[in-house]
């Protein structure tokens, strides 16, 4: 099933949502650490759509559904990618790990210990986590990771957007986990 963007805004009908719930979903947890940008926000819900992620933990201050600018970005996608709101992403990682003992959690941070996001290892069930647009994930969640892994920078500016960042990283673990 493939919608466009007109179908998908129209898609909050409860026999669409009941035939979208039925899809297979990816060993994918998203993080957001106190990501404030709401059309950051409703963008990686389409990701995870995109993606078909198991779950998304909304952490922090970052906003949450019913929010106009959320639902106008997400293109209504969280009406079906399943999400939570923790008040600590510390809190998510531990939810994420007592459901699913064996995920790895894996920022997506610039990070002395970060390694080149294309070295990583990624095997499913993985967690991702990103963070504030200026301050990035917390210093407590870094500690509780499994790896930190970067994009490298070429040019003058030191980073990109956070939905940009886990979208190359989301396809990044497709690639590395297809069968």
């Known amino acids: 099933?493939?919608?466009?963007?007109?179908?998908?805004?129209?898609?909050?009908?409860?026999?669409?949502?009941?035939?979208?719930?039925?899809?297979?979903?990816?060993?994918?947890?998203?993080?957001?650490?106190?990501?404030?940008?709401?059309?950051?926000?409703?963008?990686?819900?389409?990701?995870?759509?995109?993606?078909?992620?198991?779950?998304?933990?909304?952490?922090?201050?970052?906003?949450?559904?019913?929010?106009?600018r959320i639902f106008k970005s997400s293109i209504n996608t969280t009406e079906w990618v399943t999400w939570s709101y923790c008040e600590t992403a510390m809190e998510a990682v531990s939810r994420v790990k007592g459901q699913e003992p064996r995920v790895k959690i894996v920022a997506v941070e610039q990070d002395q210990r970060s390694i080149p996001y294309d070295q990583y290892n990624f095997q499913l069930p993985v967690a991702l986590v990103v963070g504030h647009e200026t301050d990035g994930v917390s210093k407590e969640v870094l500690e509780m990771c499994d790896a930190i892994v970067e994009l490298p920078m070429f040019g003058v500016n030191i980073s990109l957007n956070v939905m940009v960042s886990l979208g190359i990283v989301l396809y990044q673990v497709l690639e590395k986990t297809k069968s």
């Open 1 to 68: 099933m493939k919608l466009n963007a007109a179908q998908l805004r129209k898609a909050g009908n409860s026999n669409l949502k009941t035939q979208i719930s039925k899809l297979a979903k990816q060993e994918i947890y998203i993080i957001l650490d106190n990501v404030l940008d709401t059309y950051n926000i409703g963008s990686i819900f389409r990701l995870a759509d995109a993606v078909a992620a198991k779950h998304v933990y909304l952490c922090g201050g970052t906003a949450t559904p019913p929010n106009n």
